[in-house]
């Protein structure tokens, strides 16, 4: 791969995409210990970086005329990236997701004027039928990371940040099949390789730390995270001997701490960053490597978050930042117990947003019962001074997660 392809990509996509400026932060910063620098890929047109890489993918191909209809297999943001770089360019696009992909994000891929096959139960099975349309209709497929047009493409965002903070530490980058930490850190290192670069994955979906740790290919019998837009459970070939050769780290983020991350761009930023987006900052927020005095930008890969997860994420995010509790105890199932319990509940300034009664439980008194309350606290220590007052009450109080 030479580095006049990157180049030759950011021209294609020049007139194409957005190009958003690295924002600061100074809550992040103050956080990290760092100077901190956000890039929001979640506000690329349609919603994530992948658009970049599948536009330079196609647009290349029709430059050379070998371009008439295209095919890929997707559940997320390639799909869509897919889809309107052939409405763009004026081809045709068949998109092969599995049947569980959300009625959302079906129908914006079909909305950039793709056609949508759904098929299988999983990405395997969308691949493998992606695959026998390839050689029944001729088209072209498009890959979501394993190809060096790709790559290409997805290494322009180096040279964006670059632009726009020419002196810079350390970035860090969101990965799951290696397309986008591949193709960035080539193009950095090309022109500054004293820039540290830093790949971050969910701990459930970890190939390509394990891979980069063992020096040699890894693959994953499973993949278990929120972070859906990085469970890969095989990495590309080409995106791993870029990563070998110029990626400096990599570190793994949990899912209660990307979750907590997606809650403080909420709050701070205003930003709707979907889990795969967020687990750069995640990293950096749990200072997975040295940060003190150094300029870091954090990549915010995609915003393509399902709207009826978000609630669930936000409510990971509170707990996990002790901003929310959940517990158990046991109370009297008589005229007057609830009214006590809620008036040491408020005593306190907690509000409670959950409660439910289990009054079958074979080990419990005729006349008692088991609640399962949801609170909002302040934070760590005004869930302890809660816990405190409920047992000097009387009440034993059994934490759930």
Sequence with gaps: MQFCEVEKAAQRLKNVIHHIPLSSSRTFSDVVGAELYLKYENQQKTGSFKVRGAYNKMAKLKEEGILTSVVASSAGNHAQGVAFSAAALGVNATIVMPRSTPIAKVAATEGYGAKVVLYGDCYDDAYNHAMEIKEEEGATFIHPFDDYDIIAGQGTISLEILRDLPVMDVVMVPT????????????????????????????????????????????????????????????????????????????????????????????????????????????????????????????????????????????????????????????????????????????????????????????????????????EVAGFEHGKELVSKLQQAGYKVIMES
Excluded: W
């Design 176 to 375: 799951g099949g290696g397309g986008l930490l591949a193709g960035m850190a080539f193009a950095i290192k090309q022109i500054n390789p004293r820039i540290k670069v830093v790949g971050v994955q969910a701990e459930g979906a970890d190939a390509l730390v394990q891979s980069f740790k063992q020096k040699k290919l890894v693959t994953t019998d499973k993949v278990a995270t929120i972070a859906d837009g990085i469970a890969v459970k095989s990495p590309g070939e080409l995106t791993f001997a870029l990563i070998k050769e110029y990626v400096d780290d990599m570190v793994t983020v949990s899912d209660a701490d990307t979750a907590a991350a997606i809650l403080l761009l909420l709050e701070r930023t205003k930003q709707v960053v979907e889990p795969s987006g967020a687990v750069s900052l995640a990293a950096a927020i749990n200072r997975k490597i040295d940060l003190d005095g150094k300029k870091l930008v954090c990549v915010l890969s995609g915003g393509n978050i399902d709207v009826s997860f978000i609630h669930k994420i936000v409510e990971k995010g509170l707990i996990n930042r002790g901003r929310q509790m959940k517990f158990q105890t046991v109370m009297l199932d008589i005229p007057g117990s609830l009214e006590h319990f809620a008036h040491i509940v408020a005593g306190c300034g907690a509000n409670i947003t959950m409660f439910q009664h289990d009054r079958l439980r074979a080990d419990l008194n005729i006349n008692e019962a088991i609640i399962h309350v949801v609170c």
